[in-house]
């Protein structure tokens, strides 16, 4: 008789289904929209932009993410075999794949990469990608931030390709470079609140945008000094 391995009796962990307590919060617990919407733009929408959008919105900030690649992209067990996923696949999806064998479960909780979807089926269902993203969606953010430079100039590239709409409102797009890992995306993920908190408590945030992103540039600069902070870029669009 053929022996039965461990293996086949594996059953792939679920990622825990939120839970809340039954009844309606007090009023005290509901919190007024931010004045400003935000987007937070990365490559993949699972690690950058997620950070970031987590951390505004646990603020009370108005935010949504997206990321602007051709597909998810999650490191694999080398850097010739990356798992990739279409953008609208859920996050509870990518975990349940990356976790299908005892094997992958090891592997992919070690990376970090089943902690980063994780964390992104708490905060939405599945990754965005901007260029698909509706244009009157698009056109509701007052502010977008991204986190590379090559995503800065994607994300300027598809405002400048869109139609525009009736309003013509402007959007101000920024750029705060940070190298694609959680401990870096931690860190950027507390700047980006920063500026965002500066920009919607301003009171006339259209003419002052300008002036608080280049006084916030050179504090950061003094602040890191010896690290060579990169340089803020911004660029107002209007669409």
């Known amino acids: 008789m053929a022996s039965i391995t461990a293996s086949s009796h594996y059953k792939p962990p679920r990622l825990p289904r939120p839970s809340t307590p039954t009844g309606l919060p007090p009023a005290s617990a509901y919190r007024h929209p931010s004045r400003l919407s935000f987007g937070v733009v990365c490559s993949s929408n699972i690690n950058r932009s997620m950070e970031a959008h987590l951390v505004l919105n646990n603020a009370g900030l108005t935010v949504e993410s997206y990321g602007t690649g051709s ?3 999650l490191p694999g067990r080398t850097a010739m075999e990356p798992r990739l996923f279409k953008f609208g696949t859920p996050y509870s999806q ?4 990356l976790a299908a064998t005892p094997e992958d479960l090891d592997f ?14 708490a ?3 599945a990754p965005q990608r901007w260029q698909d993203t509706p244009t009157e969606q698009v056109a509701h953010h007052d502010v977008v931030i991204a986190f590379e430079e090559r995503i800065f100039d994607a994300v300027i590239e598809d405002l400048q390709l869109r139609e525009p709409t009736q309003d013509f ?5 920024i750029c705060l470079d940070t190298k694609d890992n959680p401990r870096e995306a931690a860190v950027k993920g507390r700047v980006a609140l920063d500026l965002c908190w500066r920009l919607e408590q301003s009171s006339d945030f259209t003419n002052e945008a300008a002036e608080i992103i280049d006084n916030f540039q ?10 060579d902070a990169p340089k803020i870029l911004y660029q107002l669009c209007y669409l």
Do not use: T, W, Y
């Open 94 to 97: 990518m975990f349940a794949s």
């Open 169 to 173: 409102k402007p959007i101000h797009v």
């Open 71 to 73: 597909q998810v992209r």
């Open 108 to 121: 992919f909780s070690r990376n970090g990469v089943l902690q980063l979807c994780q964390r992104g089926a």
């Open 218 to 227: 050179q504090e950061q600069q003094q602040q890191d000094e010896a690290n």
């Open 123 to 125: 905060v939405k269902r």
